[in-house]
């Protein structure tokens, strides 16, 4: 599992896309290991920048996420079931796939690569069992329609920042 662990930290979405430096890699994988996405502090690597303005948690493209993490086999079992709804995101990793049976709203799914590169963005409602990702190597639930508001889509890049263990 390498660098995650189950808590909780900030998800940003950085620059990407389109055009961006996505197309370097074919297979979108870019061979990162387990933390490739973990960063230091709240930017991604070089000539990387958000895809907007530090609007504040939640608040659009560039502004700091709530996010919980499910590094776990238990944290990651439960996901979000049993919830009303959650502020903010959560990170599965590793997987590939999720369902929403048991669920009780709607959410949206970003699929990741290893380098926390979104593959696909998708809306599943309560009792669905969505597609396998074979390149997936993390998932990112929100409820729906925060993934669009947060600028998060094919191509994009997001960090995720841990909050240091208390």
């Given at each position: ?130 597609m396998v990702r074979p390149r997936g190597r993390h998932v990112l639930e929100a409820e729906a329609g925060a993934m669009a508001a ?17």
């Amino acid at each position: 599992m390498g660098k995650w662990r189950d808590g909780t930290g900030t998800l940003r979405v950085l620059g990407g896309g389109p055009g961006g430096d996505s197309a370097k890699d074919p297979d979108g994988d870019f061979g990162g290991g387990p933390g490739a996405g973990l960063e230091s502090g709240p930017r991604g690597g070089p000539g990387e920048e958000p895809t907007g303005s530090d609007r504040g948690p939640g608040g659009g493209p560039g502004g700091a996420i709530p996010l919980e993490i499910a590094a776990s086999y238990r944290a990651r079992r439960r996901g979000l079931l049993g919830r009303d709804g959650i502020a903010g995101a959560l990170l599965i990793t590793p997987t590939n796939s999720v369902h929403t049976f048991g669920m009780r709203f709607p959410i949206d799914v970003a699929y990741l690569d290893r380098a926390l590169r979104v593959i696909d963005v998708v809306t599943m409602r309560p009792g669905r069992l969505g597609m396998v990702r074979p390149r997936g190597r993390h998932v990112l639930e929100a409820e729906a329609g925060a993934m669009a508001a947060w600028g998060v889509r094919r191509g994009v890049r997001v960090t995720a920042v841990p909050n240091p263990e208390a």
